[in-house]
């Protein structure tokens, strides 16, 4: 049995995180000691790096908690599992996309940038006005 401090340790998952993570309904209720004090088995630390890896991976929260319920039929297809798995990477793919799209703009204009003064830099010229990017990619904050 862990503490939460424990858990947490073991997980390398922070208090705060595991006590959302049971609010939202992503770990259960833990049980208590004697003391009232929250005790974990090896259970909710295998939940827990679970979810930690999945989030590494970048899953949104709701993609890991329908990855958990896949968990509790373990004989079921997993084409389920294999659907959110792609559409995670299509996500990650748009992003690499986006990020590429943004090294290029800053590419640009540092290159473009005659390192004279502020009132010639390209760089603040096209942070200040839209129009001189190349591409767009306004929203990809």
Partial sequence: MFTIGKLGAQAGVKVPTIRYYEQIGLLPEPERSAGNQRVYGQSVLNRLAFIRHARELGFPLEAIR?????????????????????????A?????????ALKAELERMITQCAQGTVAD??????????????????GMS
Avoid at 92 to 100: E, F, G
């Fill in 66 to 90: 329908d990855l958990l319920s896949l968990t509790d039929t373990p004989n079921h297809s997993c084409a389920a599992a294999d659907i959110i798995a792609k559409k995670q990477l299509a």
């Fill in 121 to 138: 830099c390209r760089v603040i010229e096209s942070l200040s006005d839209h129009s001189h990017c190349m591409q767009d990619h306004q």
């Fill in 92 to 100: 990650v793919k748009a992003r690499i996309a986006r990020l590429t």
